[in-house]
């Protein structure tokens, strides 16, 4: 039914860009906050970028700022992550999430009802 899928990963040079994209299908999207979470091996899931229903309000990991931005079209029921700059460390299996559930946090994976099932960005030195 309600499906959200990630493309664009793959692998990348350190300080190259890459730009992922995530359609969602089956259900409302453009009144939803949408956001990228990742998770790299033997971590927990991170939180990357949030997108507000209008694009307006974005919001982002320190440890990115800067060098990531992320985007919307909603037209076509897509989120984008335009990464820049990589680095080693942003080496991860990047996740598309949305419709942020009401009360909850944006910046915890488990405030959101929908999830993709990721793309891997590896970043080479």
């Known amino acids: 039914q309600v499906r959200l899928v990630e493309s664009g990963g793959g692998l990348a040079q350190a300080g190259g860009s890459r730009r992922l994209s995530c359609a969602a299908s089956g259900g409302t999207f453009s009144s939803a906050t949408m956001a990228w979470f990742r998770q790299a091996p033997g971590k927990e899931r991170e939180f990357v970028a949030a997108?507000?229903?209008?694009?307006?309000?974005?919001y982002y990991a320190d440890s990115v700022k800067g060098r990531f931005t992320i985007s919307r079209d909603n037209a076509k029921n897509t989120v984008y992550l335009q990464m820049n700059s990589l680095k080693p460390e942003d080496t991860a299996v990047y996740y598309c999430?949305?419709?942020?559930?009401?009360?909850?946090?944006?910046?915890?994976?488990?405030?959101?009802?929908?999830w993709g099932q990721g793309t891997q960005v590896t970043v080479s030195s």
């Open positions: 999430a949305a419709n942020l559930k009401l009360g909850s946090s944006k910046y915890t994976p488990s405030g959101y009802i929908y």
């Open positions: 997108i507000s229903w209008n694009g307006v309000s974005t």
